[in-house]
Structure formats: structure tokens, C-alpha cells
């Protein structure tokens, strides 16, 4: 079975930092590429970071380019999105996924609220 779980999102203040996680189970992890994806009330989900599944190359939405930070570690099947900086446009559910060929997984998402 499947699973992709995520982690770590909460409240913090404007300039604060967070540590998402995603643990991913139920397939082989080292062989997809991960990327964290994010969704605001009546936005569209938004693509924020990826990392390919050797973990050699990322890439960044420039709004979170410098602030944020992605990786894995393919020996416990985790995948991390640092959060610095955060901003209150970066408030939204932040959910994990993982692609290889035509398969597609997703987590059900943790909520970063980002406020004073």
C-alpha cells in the first residue's frame, strides 16, 4: 500500500522557519522524483520545489528560491522541504509527491499558516 505522510507544518511567524516531511512507504522510493506542492483557499496547487530521485538536482518556484531547501534521504524514504523566511503568502497545505513514468502519488497534505 501506498503511502506518502507529511509533517511538521504548524503556525509561525513571519520570518520564522519550518521543517517539512514527507515519509513515503508502499514503493521504491529511491527510483521516483519527489516534490513538495502547495495550495492556498482558491488558489491553484502550485508546484514549489523537486528533487530528482538520486537527489543530484533540484529546482525551485522562484518565489521561494533562496528560502526554501528540499531533500531526501533515500535510505529512510524521506523527503524535507526547510522553510526560512516564510512569509505570509506562503501560508497554504503543503503536500508531498512522488512521480516515476505514468505513476503518481500524493500525501493529504499538512497546513502551514504563516502569521503574527
Known amino acids: 500500500q501506498v503511502q506518502l505522510v507529511e509533517s511538521g507544518g504548524g503556525l509561525v511567524q513571519p520570518g520564522g522557519s519550518l521543517r517539512l516531511s514527507c515519509a513515503a512507504s508502499g514503493f521504491i522510493f529511491s527510483v521516483y522524483h519527489m516534490s513538495w506542492y502547495r495550495q492556498a483557499p482558491g488558489k491553484e496547487r502550485e508546484l514549489v520545489a523537486g528533487?530528482?530521485?538520486?537527489?543530484?538536482?533540484?529546482d525551485y518556484v522562484d518565489s521561494v528560491k533562496g528560502r526554501f531547501t528540499i531533500s531526501r534521504d533515500n535510505d529512510k524514504n524521506m523527503v524535507y522541504l526547510q522553510m526560512n523566511g516564510l512569509k505570509p503568502e506562503d501560508s497554504a497545505v503543503y503536500s508531498c509527491?512522488?512521480?516515476?513514468?505514468?505513476?503518481?502519488?500524493w500525501g493529504q497534505g499538512t497546513q502551514v499558516t504563516v502569521s503574527s
Open positions: 528533487i530528482t530521485s538520486a537527489g543530484s538536482s533540484t
Open positions: 509527491s512522488a512521480a516515476y513514468g505514468n505513476r503518481r502519488y
